[in-house]
T-cell receptor, first 114, second 118 residues
């Protein structure tokens, strides 16, 4: 079965600084990878996804992620964060042909400070 | 579109009572998912349906949990009897992906039901 590890439970960062949220996955077969964001008291929203093709994926709100097959990673980055980016971020994986059955990581709380 | 609609938004009940959570997926979406979120275990997939048929219920924790999807526009998750350890946020999500995951479109999540079992 596939799994996802998010190494950091909390990441504090100052506004306008760059940020990287780490995600590593484990699977014996090909995967699709996703990043979702959860704002307080809301459901999750898709930030970006990697299905195939270019390993650098750009998403909404200026976020991007790079799929690295050799390191089994899919880290999320943003060059300059804003206070409104404060939220919980979830990495998720599904196997190809998995019918959208996602396995989520435990989440990383991003706290942007002034 | 109003998005995925869940009700109630909050539910407080006593141990032993029956709890029913409701979900209306986005019209036209043929996959529906129930997730549970807790601090300890994060987001767990409980069950998912495709074209109203349960495809995978391996995440349902116990026989106390049951889910139904009588039609394409409605699903319920029932806990009977409820226990304090069932306290969590329960999310419903839907997607337009067909069985087999040929397109892997994104999931659209509802705002969740915060369940507290005393």
């Amino acid at each position: 079965a596939q799994s996802v590890t998010q190494l950091d439970s909390q990441v504090p960062v100052f506004e306008e600084a760059p940020v990287e949220l780490r995600c590593n996955y484990s699977s014996s077969v090909s995967v699709y990878l996703f990043w979702y964001v959860q704002y307080p008291n809301q459901g999750l929203q898709l930030l970006l996804k990697y299905l195939s093709g270019s390993t650098l994926v750009k998403g909404i709100n200026g976020f991007e992620a790079e799929f690295n097959k050799s390191q089994t990673s899919f880290h999320l980055r943003k060059p300059s964060v804003h206070i409104s980016d404060t939220a919980e971020y979830f990495c998720a994986v599904t196997i190809t042909g998995g019918g959208n059955k996602l396995t989520f990581g435990t989440g990383t709380q991003l706290k942007v400070e002034l | 579109d109003a998005g995925v609609i869940q009700s109630p938004r909050h539910e407080v009940t006593e141990m032993g009572q029956e709890v029913t959570l409701r979900c209306k997926p986005i019209s036209g979406h043929n996959s529906l998912f129930w997730y549970r979120q807790t601090m300890m275990r994060g987001l767990e997939l409980l069950i998912y349906f495709n074209n109203n048929v349960p495809i995978d219920d391996s995440g349902m924790p116990e026989d106390r949990f049951s889910a139904k999807m009588p039609n394409a526009s409605f699903s319920t998750l029932k806990i009977q009897p409820s226990e304090p350890r069932d306290s969590a946020v329960y999310f419903c999500a839907s997607s337009p992906t067909g069985q087999g995951g040929t397109t892997n479109e994104k999931l659209f999540f509802g705002s969740g039901t915060q369940l507290s079992v005393l």
